[in-house]
Protein backbone atom coordinates (compact mmCIF):
# COMPACT_ATOMS: atom_id res chain seq x y z
CA UNK A 1 0.00 0.00 0.00
CA UNK A 2 1.24 3.93 -1.10
CA UNK A 3 1.64 5.95 2.09
CA UNK A 4 0.50 9.27 2.37
CA UNK A 5 2.49 11.98 -0.59
CA UNK A 6 2.81 15.34 -0.18
CA UNK A 7 3.72 18.04 -2.35
CA UNK A 8 5.53 19.94 -3.28
CA UNK A 9 8.43 19.26 -0.62
CA UNK A 10 9.85 22.64 -0.59
CA UNK A 11 8.29 26.02 -1.52
CA UNK A 12 9.38 29.47 -1.20
CA UNK A 13 6.58 32.47 -1.45
CA UNK A 14 6.58 36.10 -0.78
CA UNK A 15 4.49 37.74 2.07
CA UNK A 16 1.25 38.72 0.77
CA UNK A 17 0.90 35.99 -1.82
CA UNK A 18 -1.46 32.79 -1.71
CA UNK A 19 0.00 29.42 -1.93
CA UNK A 20 -1.43 25.90 -2.38
CA UNK A 21 -0.59 22.23 -0.62
CA UNK A 22 -1.40 19.44 -1.68
CA UNK A 23 -1.56 15.61 0.13
CA UNK A 24 -2.66 12.26 -1.49
CA UNK A 25 -3.77 10.21 1.38
CA UNK A 26 -2.95 6.77 1.98
CA UNK A 27 -4.69 3.70 -0.35
CA UNK A 28 -7.85 3.50 1.88
CA UNK A 29 -8.09 6.07 3.96
CA UNK A 30 -10.77 8.30 4.23
CA UNK A 31 -9.55 10.94 6.56
CA UNK A 32 -7.00 14.08 6.05
CA UNK A 33 -5.81 16.25 8.71
CA UNK A 34 -3.45 18.95 8.25
CA UNK A 35 -0.67 20.20 11.06
CA UNK A 36 1.50 23.14 11.07
CA UNK A 37 4.68 22.49 12.54
CA UNK A 38 7.14 26.03 13.12
CA UNK A 39 10.14 25.22 13.83
CA UNK A 40 11.57 24.25 17.13
CA UNK A 41 7.53 23.45 18.25
CA UNK A 42 5.28 19.97 17.93
CA UNK A 43 2.17 20.09 15.58
CA UNK A 44 -0.49 22.26 15.69
CA UNK A 45 -3.73 21.25 14.15
CA UNK A 46 -5.75 23.58 11.18
CA UNK A 47 -8.19 21.07 10.08
CA UNK A 48 -9.58 17.63 9.19
CA UNK A 49 -11.35 16.71 6.24
CA UNK A 50 -13.79 13.63 6.06
CA UNK A 51 -16.97 13.11 3.33
CA UNK A 52 -15.10 16.18 1.75
CA UNK A 53 -16.32 18.23 4.47
CA UNK A 54 -14.12 20.16 7.23
CA UNK A 55 -15.09 18.20 10.04
CA UNK A 56 -12.54 20.10 12.86
CA UNK A 57 -10.86 23.02 13.23
CA UNK A 58 -8.16 24.41 15.07
CA UNK A 59 -6.97 28.22 16.63
CA UNK A 60 -6.20 29.09 12.83
CA UNK A 61 -7.47 32.25 10.65
CA UNK A 62 -9.81 31.65 7.78
CA UNK A 63 -7.22 32.44 5.28
CA UNK A 64 -6.38 28.79 6.19
CA UNK A 65 -8.54 26.85 3.89
CA UNK A 66 -9.07 23.17 2.95
CA UNK A 67 -10.58 20.82 0.01
CA UNK A 68 -11.30 17.12 -0.29
CA UNK A 69 -11.76 15.50 -3.49
CA UNK A 70 -13.91 12.24 -3.68
CA UNK A 71 -10.61 10.33 -4.19
CA UNK A 72 -9.88 11.26 -0.55
CA UNK A 73 -6.85 13.51 -1.63
CA UNK A 74 -6.89 16.89 -0.33
CA UNK A 75 -5.84 20.55 -0.65
CA UNK A 76 -4.23 23.40 2.03
CA UNK A 77 -4.50 27.20 1.01
CA UNK A 78 -3.00 29.75 2.35
CA UNK A 79 -4.09 33.26 1.29
CA UNK A 80 -2.73 36.50 2.00
CA UNK A 81 1.16 34.61 3.55
CA UNK A 82 2.28 36.33 6.21
CA UNK A 83 6.05 35.15 7.65
CA UNK A 84 4.58 33.78 10.25
CA UNK A 85 3.48 30.80 8.02
CA UNK A 86 6.68 29.66 7.87
CA UNK A 87 6.75 26.05 8.76
CA UNK A 88 6.62 22.33 7.56
CA UNK A 89 2.60 21.40 7.17
CA UNK A 90 1.97 18.29 7.38
CA UNK A 91 -0.47 16.10 6.03
CA UNK A 92 -1.89 12.87 7.72
CA UNK A 93 -4.80 10.59 6.74
CA UNK A 94 -6.99 7.79 8.03
CA UNK A 95 -9.48 5.40 8.11
CA UNK A 96 -13.18 6.01 9.86
CA UNK A 97 -14.09 4.37 11.93
CA UNK A 98 -10.93 3.01 12.77
CA UNK A 99 -10.39 -0.74 13.31
CA UNK A 100 -6.97 -0.61 14.88
CA UNK A 101 -5.46 -0.18 18.00
CA UNK A 102 -3.55 2.78 16.75
CA UNK A 103 -6.15 4.54 14.78
CA UNK A 104 -3.81 3.92 12.18
CA UNK A 105 -3.10 7.51 11.14
CA UNK A 106 -0.10 7.80 8.61
CA UNK A 107 2.27 11.13 8.25
CA UNK A 108 3.19 11.92 5.31
CA UNK A 109 7.21 13.99 5.31
CA UNK A 110 5.70 17.29 4.71
CA UNK A 111 5.92 20.84 2.77
CA UNK A 112 8.47 22.96 3.90
CA UNK A 113 6.73 26.63 3.30
CA UNK A 114 8.90 29.52 3.67
CA UNK A 115 7.47 33.02 3.40
CA UNK A 116 9.58 35.90 2.54
CA UNK B 1 -3.80 25.06 27.88
CA UNK B 2 -0.62 22.71 27.15
CA UNK B 3 -2.11 19.20 27.35
CA UNK B 4 1.36 18.14 26.44
CA UNK B 5 4.96 18.06 28.31
CA UNK B 6 8.26 17.00 27.12
CA UNK B 7 10.75 18.55 29.63
CA UNK B 8 13.67 17.32 27.58
CA UNK B 9 14.59 19.09 24.84
CA UNK B 10 17.81 17.34 24.22
CA UNK B 11 19.22 13.97 25.04
CA UNK B 12 21.97 12.03 24.81
CA UNK B 13 22.64 8.07 25.11
CA UNK B 14 25.55 6.10 24.08
CA UNK B 15 24.99 3.36 21.51
CA UNK B 16 23.06 0.30 22.81
CA UNK B 17 22.25 1.71 25.93
CA UNK B 18 18.84 2.29 27.13
CA UNK B 19 17.05 5.53 27.25
CA UNK B 20 13.97 7.20 28.60
CA UNK B 21 12.13 9.71 27.20
CA UNK B 22 9.28 11.76 29.47
CA UNK B 23 6.21 12.85 28.93
CA UNK B 24 3.38 14.51 30.98
CA UNK B 25 0.05 14.67 29.92
CA UNK B 26 -3.42 16.43 31.38
CA UNK B 27 -6.85 15.90 30.19
CA UNK B 28 -10.48 15.88 31.69
CA UNK B 29 -11.26 13.00 29.15
CA UNK B 30 -11.93 8.57 30.52
CA UNK B 31 -10.77 7.91 27.07
CA UNK B 32 -7.57 9.09 25.40
CA UNK B 33 -5.00 7.40 23.49
CA UNK B 34 -1.47 8.41 23.97
CA UNK B 35 1.58 7.96 21.03
CA UNK B 36 5.25 8.35 20.07
CA UNK B 37 6.65 9.62 16.80
CA UNK B 38 9.68 9.78 16.04
CA UNK B 39 10.32 12.70 13.33
CA UNK B 40 13.67 12.27 11.12
CA UNK B 41 15.88 15.30 9.90
CA UNK B 42 13.32 13.98 6.52
CA UNK B 43 10.13 15.34 8.16
CA UNK B 44 7.75 12.43 8.44
CA UNK B 45 6.28 11.46 11.50
CA UNK B 46 6.44 7.42 12.04
CA UNK B 47 4.39 6.15 14.51
CA UNK B 48 6.49 4.25 17.37
CA UNK B 49 3.64 2.70 19.89
CA UNK B 50 0.14 3.69 20.99
CA UNK B 51 -1.01 3.11 25.20
CA UNK B 52 -5.02 3.37 25.27
CA UNK B 53 -6.33 5.02 28.84
CA UNK B 54 -8.10 1.74 29.26
CA UNK B 55 -4.92 -0.64 28.68
CA UNK B 56 -4.36 -2.10 31.49
CA UNK B 57 -0.51 -3.10 30.47
CA UNK B 58 2.25 -1.04 29.29
CA UNK B 59 2.31 -1.13 25.70
CA UNK B 60 5.75 -2.32 23.59
CA UNK B 61 6.66 -2.62 20.37
CA UNK B 62 10.06 -3.94 19.65
CA UNK B 63 12.91 -2.20 21.51
CA UNK B 64 10.24 0.73 22.12
CA UNK B 65 7.61 0.67 25.67
CA UNK B 66 6.19 3.19 26.87
CA UNK B 67 5.77 3.47 31.30
CA UNK B 68 2.32 4.18 31.47
CA UNK B 69 1.22 5.54 35.04
CA UNK B 70 -2.22 6.69 34.98
CA UNK B 71 -2.34 8.74 38.09
CA UNK B 72 0.91 10.74 37.07
CA UNK B 73 -0.49 11.51 33.92
CA UNK B 74 2.90 9.95 32.37
CA UNK B 75 3.61 8.37 29.40
CA UNK B 76 7.65 7.92 28.90
CA UNK B 77 9.08 6.28 26.03
CA UNK B 78 11.83 3.73 26.85
CA UNK B 79 14.03 2.79 23.93
CA UNK B 80 16.55 -0.35 24.88
CA UNK B 81 19.32 -0.73 23.13
CA UNK B 82 19.79 2.40 21.17
CA UNK B 83 21.06 2.59 17.64
CA UNK B 84 22.65 5.15 15.78
CA UNK B 85 19.72 5.36 13.47
CA UNK B 86 17.63 6.10 16.81
CA UNK B 87 18.62 10.20 16.41
CA UNK B 88 16.36 12.12 15.57
CA UNK B 89 13.42 14.22 17.13
CA UNK B 90 11.00 12.47 19.33
CA UNK B 91 7.30 13.75 19.94
CA UNK B 92 4.91 12.80 22.55
CA UNK B 93 1.11 12.97 21.41
CA UNK B 94 -2.52 12.63 22.76
CA UNK B 95 -6.01 11.81 21.33
CA UNK B 96 -9.20 12.03 23.18
CA UNK B 97 -10.85 9.46 22.14
CA UNK B 98 -14.51 9.49 20.87
CA UNK B 99 -15.85 5.96 19.13
CA UNK B 100 -19.19 7.81 18.03
CA UNK B 101 -17.51 10.01 15.71
CA UNK B 102 -14.35 12.09 14.13
CA UNK B 103 -15.11 15.14 14.38
CA UNK B 104 -13.28 17.68 15.86
CA UNK B 105 -10.33 14.71 16.80
CA UNK B 106 -7.06 16.14 16.65
CA UNK B 107 -3.53 14.97 17.83
CA UNK B 108 -2.06 17.11 20.33
CA UNK B 109 1.86 17.21 20.49
CA UNK B 110 4.27 18.30 22.99
CA UNK B 111 7.27 20.24 21.69
CA UNK B 112 9.55 17.53 21.09
CA UNK B 113 12.50 15.48 22.63
CA UNK B 114 16.08 15.80 20.27
CA UNK B 115 17.55 12.23 20.84
CA UNK B 116 21.22 11.89 19.85
CA UNK B 117 23.25 8.46 20.00
CA UNK B 118 26.67 8.75 20.63
CA UNK B 119 28.77 5.61 19.14
Known amino acids: ETGVTQSPTHLIKTRGQQVTLRCSSQ?????VSWYQQALGQGPQFIFQYYREEENGRGNFPPRFSGLQFPNYSSELNVNALELDDSALYLC???????????????FGSGTRLTVV | AQKITQTQPGMFVQEKEAVTLDCTYD???????LFWYKQPSSGEMIFLIYQGSYDEQNATEGRYSLNFQKARKSANLVISASQLGDSAMYFC????????????????FGTGTSLTVIP
Open chain 2, 27 to 33: TSDQSYG
Open chain 1, 92 to 106: ASSLYPQGNRNYGYT
Open chain 1, 27 to 31: SGHNT
Open chain 2, 93 to 108: AMRELDFMSNTGNQFY
